[in-house]
């Protein structure tokens, strides 16, 4: 399909461990993005990537990490989980000046 | 930062029905896209519109970016229109990232 692929697509994790999510594209875009989505909030930016090696926060990037060591790869990692944490997250690609694709989402949750 | 308002926050409609959806946006963009997100989830992008109008099969948009709003016209509503439809916006100079707003629940029943 569209080229972007997460993993995991769900998992169950227990408060205070470290848990990374994996974004895989094979599209070359250039930049990565790592969204949440919650009841009544809509989705809210977590960090993105403009390259390798090239990142930033987004609004809600308290307790989050993320590498980018290749174009294909953006890894998003939960330093000590929280049951705040748990949310579904979204990977989003984009070439500059087009339109962002999504992947299917990775449904985490934190006991 | 910038604010984005959609509304209706829920709509429901019979199947056949035409409809509007708005977002209103608080500052200058140079981006904005139109996404659904299906009842299993995965989010579609259905237009990237920073200006100007588009149109796909049942589907249209329309972006006045001066005045600040876009707007998504689905005519001939089916089932499979349900969802969650967002609206995202880039505000200049922000570096390509998009700010969602709450979105608009549709409902379209047979």
């Known amino acids: 399909d569209a080229g972007i692929t997460q993993s995991p697509r769900h998992k169950v994790t227990e408060t205070g461990t470290p848990v990374t999510l994996r974004c895989h594209q094979t599209e070359n875009h250039r930049y990565m993005y790592w969204y949440r989505q919650d009841p009544g909030h809509g989705l809210r930016l977590i960090h993105y990537?403009?390259?390798?090696?090239?990142?930033d926060k987004g609004e809600v990037s308290d307790g989050y990490s993320v590498s980018r060591s290749k174009t294909e790869d953006f890894l998003l990692t939960l330093e000590s989980a929280t049951s705040s944490q748990t949310s579904v997250y979204f990977c989003a690609i984009s070439p500059r000046d087009y339109g962002y694709t999504f992947g299917s989402g990775t449904r985490l949750t934190v006991v | 930062g910038i604010q984005v308002e959609q509304s209706p926050p829920d709509l429901i409609l019979q199947e056949g029905a035409n409809s509007t959806l708005r977002c209103n946006f608080s500052?200058?963009?140079?981006?904005l896209q139109w996404f659904h997100q299906n009842p299993w989830g995965q989010l579609i992008n259905l237009f990237y519109?920073?200006?100007g109008t588009k149109q796909n099969g049942r589907l249209s948009a329309t972006t006045v970016a001066t005045e600040r709003y876009s707007l998504l016209y689905i005519s001939s509503s089916q089932t499979t229109d349900s969802g969650v439809y967002f609206c995202?916006?880039?505000?200049?100079?922000?570096?390509?990232?998009?700010?969602f707003g709450k979105g608009i629940t549709l409902s379209v029943r047979p």
């Open positions: 995202a916006v880039e505000v200049t100079g922000a570096n390509s990232k998009l700010t």
């Open positions: 990537s403009y390259g390798v090696k090239d990142t």
């Open positions: 519109i920073p200006s």
């Open positions: 500052d200058s963009v140079n981006n």
